[in-house]
Nanobody
Framework: VQLVESGGGWVQPGGSLRLSCSVSEFPPSSKAIGWFRQAPGKEREGIAYIHTDDDFAWYDASVRGRFTTSRDSAKNVMWLQMDNLNPEASAAYFC?????????????????WGQGTQVTVSS
């Protein structure tokens, strides 16, 4: 299983970016695609996830109302629309596939990870 993120870059405060996560395949045990970010000197944090078999999505309070995750099941692509970005959102963003229940994030364990894409929000 391979995941590839794209869509990162530089944006001014208040701007928007849309990240994509292309997934090579979904094992039968797949449960969710999670979105994570890690800023320099900080721990990685989970910010959203979406089920792989329906459209249920969950968001951390830090991004709720500004970020939206969606999926194109026909193309095996997940999206993270990020609006009204602020400098605190600057980080490396990762998508990951959760294929079993656990305590990692959102009640899942994420065993497959993309390489990450950098988002920089500054004026």
């Amino acid at each position: 299983v391979q995941l590839v993120e794209s869509g990162g870059g530089w944006v001014q405060p208040g701007g928007s970016l849309r990240l994509s996560c292309s997934v090579s395949e979904f094992p039968p045990s797949s449960k969710a695609i999670g979105w994570f970010r890690q800023a320099p000197g900080k721990e990685r944090e989970g910010i959203a996830y979406i089920h792989t078999d329906d459209d249920f999505a969950w968001y951390d309070a830090s991004v709720r109302g500004r970020f939206t995750t969606s999926r194109d099941s026909a193309k095996n692509v997940m999206w993270l629309q990020m609006d009204n970005l602020n400098p605190e959102a600057s980080a490396a963003y990762f998508c990951a596939l959760g294929d079993r229940y656990g305590k990692d994030f959102g009640g899942y364990e994420f065993d497959y990870w993309g390489q990450g894409t950098q988002v920089t929000v500054s004026s």
